[in-house]
């Protein structure tokens, strides 16, 4: 009797705490809560050290996995749990309680150290998942028995939240679903809007090129500017749907006036309008769109009436206008009046009168660019006109001068020097008493006919007027260089016999120039010299290695007006001189003389 008041005890135990389990794991709301708080219960209701659970998705594999341990270093890692629910998994009709032993050790000889209470989880007639429990000192049979029991209410605990997750997931997915409709709606009037924005851009945009189209067939046009002004503005007013188009344009006194002749207006509506202030520091009307921007668009049927006194100053139904300018140059404002719609002029309009008034700022500036430029050609060509007749006339002058010049100095000079020399070597003494004397009066005299007859050859080169002379004239001045100073030089000339004997003679006169440059002052050691016929101009260039100098300072040194006759002469035949120098690294004369 006794021993049956004992278990009789125990079973009441048991049943109170299996009582007071139910009531806790009643009070959790989802499937991690549950399962948590399961395993807890579990432990506590069965004395075990380890309580495991394990969910199984409708194929009967693992999905999700929970364990806890009264002592963490016992705790089961996931994947052994899942290898004992699979390994345990039955059919329901087959499903009861079970124990066994079994080893954390995946070797099966492993020595088992555990034993397990297991019991699959039913809810509505099929296995979601396992929980077992695991205990050194195995169990006994009413401790299954309520084990049994309790694994029941987990498992329709669990499937409770797993419904309730559902139930959630699907209300969630409502809401979503009745959000994305909502978007898909917004999105299908923006979509359908931006449809609507895009055809409209997209005939505004064809209507643009047509635009710019006409433009630049009036531009091409040989016509006035007041023809052409008045044949862009009629194409304007039919892109637009316009009865009247006007260019109202900005004068230097700040102020606005409109211009006569467009398509559709009348002197009598020009008369009526008067010129208005227009400078970017006002905030009127005008001010705004010339120098800000702005469009601007008005119409009788606007309920608002804000700009009705416009129309009435101009006497029409409907107008539009935007500025009218050439990149940043602010030329005035163009104008559309009297749409030819029911509608009435659209946004799509003055985007298109905006893009016309741009290419037609530019129009303008070209007719106007383009009568200003023939002018500037007219006077230059009047003035390369004179300047090559100076020239002609300068050169003609100069080499008159310097034929008789030369022809003084050779008939002349040279020929008393020659004179000189003869009778110096009669006065030699036969006793050689003043032969010391009479040598260094020959030397200096030799010396002085040799440099006459240089400066002869420089004033009237004998072959330069000759076939093929340049190059042999310029030949003939480097070799002097080259036996007065042992320079060494490199010689290139490509230059055609047919070309003026002018031109052939400044060309000589620039590398004579720039040669006497070098012999006097470079102390060089090489002299690089090309000359050579290019794209209708002769293109020179003397190069040495001297001593080179500053040449900012060149107005400063020592026959400095050698190198401003360069410029000088070059200029004078509508060319350049560029002269290049450094201080130890040599001089660089570059010239270009175009052939006229």
């Known amino acids: 009797m006794e021993t049956v008041s004992q278990l009789e005890a125990g079973f009441w135990d048991l ?29 506590e209701l069965t004395k075990s050290s380890v309580a495991f659970i394990g969910l199984v998705d409708d194929a009967g594999e693992p999905k999700r996995v929970f364990s806890r341990a009264v002592d963490p270093a016992e705790a089961l890692p996931p994947d052994e749990i899942e290898r004992i629910v699979a390994a345990t998994a039955v059919p329901p009709a087959q499903a009861g309680t079970a124990e066994a032993a079994w080893s954390r050790s995946a070797n099966p000889g492993a020595r088992a150290f555990r034993s397990y209470c297991g019991q ?15 205990s050194a000192n195995g169990y006994t049979a009413a401790q299954r028995r309520a084990f049994a029991v309790f694994a029941n209410q987990v498992a329709a605990a669990l499937e409770i939240s797993q419904f309730e997750e559902r139930r959630q997931e699907m209300i969630d997915a409502l809401i979503n679903v009745r959000a994305e409709l909502d ?16 055809a409209r851009v997209e005939r505004a945009h064809e209507t643009a090129v047509a635009a710019l189209i006409e433009v630049s067939l009036h531009a091409r046009s ?34 606005l006036a409109a211009i006569p002749g467009a398509y559709g207006v009348d002197d009598d509506f020009v008369e009526r309008l008067y010129p208005a202030p227009c400078t970017p520091d006002r905030d009127d009307l005008p001010s705004q769109v010339v120098f800000h921007d702005q469009s601007f668009r008005a119409s009788r049927k606007d309920e608002s009436g804000e700009f009705g006194y416009v129309l009435d100053a101009l006497k029409v139904d409907d107008a539009i206008a935007v ?18 719609r029911p509608e009435g002029f659209s946004r799509e309009d003055c985007w298109v009168l905006q ?4 290419a037609a700022g530019l129009v303008w500036q070209l007719k106007y660019a383009d009568a200003d430029l023939k002018k500037t050609v007219e006077r230059l060509q009047k003035v390369d006109s004179a300047r090559q007749l100076l020239l002609k006339n300068v050169s003609t002058a100069v080499d ?32 050689g008493q003043n032969d010391a004397m009479v040598g260094e009066t020959y030397a200096l005299l030799t010396e002085t006919e040799a440099a006459l007859r240089r400066m002869l050859f420089e004033v009237r080169p004998p072959a330069l007027e000759l076939p093929g002379g340049f190059e042999e004239t310029v030949r003939d001045r480097i070799g002097m260089l080259r036996s007065l100073t042992g320079i060494e030089c490199e010689v290139e000339v490509e230059l055609p016999d047919e070309l003026s004997y002018e031109l ?54 020592p026959g400095h007006l050698g190198l401003l006759a360069l410029n000088e002469r070059s200029l004078l035949a509508g060319g350049w001189t560029k002269i290049e120098s450094e201080p130890g690294l040599g001089t660089r004369v570059e010239f270009w003389i175009p052939v006229t």
């Open 323 to 340: 500025a009218w300018r050439a990149g940043n140059l602010r030329l005035g404002l163009v104008a559309a009046y009297d749409s030819q």
């Open 504 to 557: 052939k003679s400044i060309v000589f006169r620039q590398v004579a120039e720039a040669l006497t440059n070098v012999e006097k002052h470079a102390a060089a050691t090489h002299v690089q010299v090309s000359v050579r016929a290019t794209s209708g101009a002769v293109h020179g260039l003397v190069v040495d290695n001297g001593r080179g100098f500053v040449v900012a300072e060149r107005d400063r040194l």
């Open 183 to 198: 978007r898909s709606e917004r999105q299908r009037l923006i979509n359908q809007e931006h449809a609507q924005s895009a």
């Open 120 to 134: 699959p989880l039913m809810a509505r007639g099929k296995v979601i998942g396992m929980m077992g429990v695991s």
């Open 15 to 43: 049943l109170e705490a299996f009582q007071v389990v139910s009531t806790e794991l009643a009070r959790f709301k989802n499937v991690e809560a549950v399962a948590d708080g399961a395993l807890g219960l579990a432990l």
């Open 355 to 358: 893009k016309v008034g741009l």
């Open 222 to 255: 040989e016509h006035s500017l007041a023809d052409f002004y008045r044949r862009l503005t009629a194409s304007i007013a039919e892109l637009v749907g316009a009865g009247k188009i006007l260019f109202w344009q900005l004068n230097g006194e700040g102020m």
């Open 400 to 431: 008159r001068t310097r034929r008789k010049f030369a022809s003084e100095l050779h008939d002349d000079a040279l020929q008393k020097l020659t004179a000189a020399e003869l009778k110096l070597q009669r006065l030699r003494d036969p006793n």
